[in-house]
């Protein structure tokens, strides 16, 4: 923590099976104290899953903050903060696509704090290739649908607002700057 800033107190508020949110008193640096919310949250991994066509595995799903079905790229929470992220990714990728890659075949491509005022989630975000089919391995409460889309349409979709998922964005972007930067 900062010299300027310390926390003079934090109070749990809400514990929930993703995250947990607090109450930290602050004592910010004119030496007034100030009451900030903080999330805090496990971490996640995402995949940017590329089909040996070049498409990319999206994933389509209901999500309850927004009351309506989101276009994003694999993903999900890791089991506790011990597993790793690469671990993590592998898991969803099967869970939620029903495809699967060796170990070696994937790869780091971006860690992301989501947001940065309030909670302190990591995504780690890897590439995918090789990919070989196997079967779905959804949670009981997760209902979605898998679609291949080109990397341009969803770009296109991203400068157009009709991709918003943050992940999606910085994922698909990154991998589009790495990977087809001269295409």
Not at 74 to 86: S, T
Request: glycine fraction near 6%; proline fraction near 2%; aromatic fraction near 8%.
């Amino acid at each position: 923590m900062s010299e300027l800033y310390k926390r003079l107190d934090r109070r749990l508020v809400y514990e929930g099976s993703i995250l947990t949110v607090y109450e930290d008193t602050m004592q910010i640096p004119n030496g007034n104290t100030a009451s900030w919310d903080f999330v805090d949250h496990k971490g996640a991994a995402a995949v940017v899953a590329v089909r040996d066509d070049g498409k990319l595995l999206m994933v389509k799903q209901y999500r309850n903050a927004l009351e309506r079905e989101t276009l994003e790229i694999p993903a999900g929470g890791r089991d506790g903060r011990q597993e790793p992220f690469l671990d993590c990714a592998h898991r969803e990728l099967e869970e939620e696509t029903g495809y699967r890659c060796k170990k070696e075949e994937m790869e780091f491509l971006i860690s992301l704090r989501t947001t940065v005022a309030f909670c302190n989630e990591q995504i780690d975000v890897f590439v995918a290739r090789n990919l070989e089919k196997t079967s779905q391995h959804l949670d009981e409460d997760e209902y979605l649908n898998v679609v291949a889309m080109d990397p341009g349409e969803l770009v296109e979709m991203i400068y157009t607002g009709k991709l918003q998922d943050s992940k999606t964005v910085a994922a698909v972007l990154a991998y589009k700057a790495k990977y087809l930067a001269h295409s």
